[in-house]
């Protein structure tokens, strides 16, 4: 378990469990446990603690997080939030709702999502649950899989296009962990991505270019981090650079 003083801001998410020292005149204890709602703390360190609000209105500074395995009281908070820097949501995972077929374009768009996880702060991918929080669950998904279909086959899914659209040069299984959770009577999952060590690219994309006036394809591989509420992919050599040394040095 980390020291509150040693924790930084980017290691704190929306909906984990912790134990805050209270502000002064909030209750006669001194410490309460809670889910983080809010993130209050501007600064990357702070020596009392990063400061947060949890669920139940209390604010302070986090002594210690409690557990960072998701339960569904998280779980459920997390998803009816917008998609942010730390949040995607996907309806299905291969499952077309426009023309209630297979596609697998689909489950390159969750890969890329992972990947512009891996690439910023880390965060959490959920398939079964739509833009707006609804828990729309897994059996469209599951209705595409021969003999029947189960989370351990969509896991394997899962991983077997992660290997296929994103590039290798970490070992990307050691920075996510896949989950399966209940919720209004419907299977979701969830991806829990932490920060890469090294970039993560997307493989392979196809690219018309002009090279000495002379028009030709070019594979180059992609680079995306979150932005607001969605992936933004670094085009420019230049860009991805710059983008990167900051956040390889926030990363030390």
């Known amino acids: 378990m980390k020291d509150a003083n040693t924790m930084v801001r980017d290691s704190i998410k929306i909906g984990m469990h912790v134990k805050i020292s209270l502000h002064p005149n909030q209750k006669e204890d001194d410490f309460e446990e809670?889910?983080?709602?809010?993130?209050?703390?501007?600064?990357?360190?702070?020596?009392?603690?990063i400061e947060v609000k949890i669920d139940n209105g209390y604010?302070?500074?986090?002594?210690?997080?409690?557990?960072?395995?998701s339960t569904l009281e998280e779980i459920q908070i997390r998803i009816t939030q917008r998609e942010n820097t730390e949040l995607e949501k996907k309806e299905t995972f291969a499952f077309d709702t426009t023309t209630n077929a297979k596609n697998d374009e689909l489950k390159k768009v969750v890969c890329i999502a992972v990947a512009s996880l891996m690439n910023t702060k880390g965060g959490y991918v959920?398939?079964?649950?739509?833009?707006?929080?609804?828990?729309?669950g897994l059996e469209r998904d599951y209705s595409l899989m021969q003999n029947g279909?189960?989370?351990?086959?969509?896991?394997?899914?899962?991983?077997?296009?992660?290997?296929?659209?994103?590039?290798?040069?970490v070992p990307i299984s050691n920075f996510i962990d896949i989950s399966f959770h209940v919720i209004d009577g419907k299977e979701i999952c969830e991806i829990r991505v932490s920060p890469a060590s090294e970039p993560v690219f997307s493989k392979e994309k196809i690219y018309n270019v002009s090279i000495n006036n002379v028009n030709q394809q070019r594979k180059f591989d992609d680079f995306y981090i979150r932005e607001g509420n969605g992936k933004k992919l670094l085009e420019k050599h230049s860009d991805?650079?710059?983008y990167w040394k900051v956040r390889f040095n926030e990363s030390e």
């Open 34 to 49: 809670g889910i983080v709602e809010e993130i209050l703390s501007d600064e990357k360190f702070d020596e009392k603690g």
């Open 59 to 69: 604010i302070g500074h986090i002594e210690k997080i409690i557990k960072k395995d």
């Open 126 to 136: 959920y398939i079964g649950v739509d833009d707006d929080g609804n828990v729309k």
């Open 149 to 169: 279909g189960n989370n351990d086959k969509l896991e394997l899914q899962i991983r077997d296009a992660i290997r296929k659209y994103l590039a290798d040069q």
């Open 240 to 242: 991805f650079l710059s």
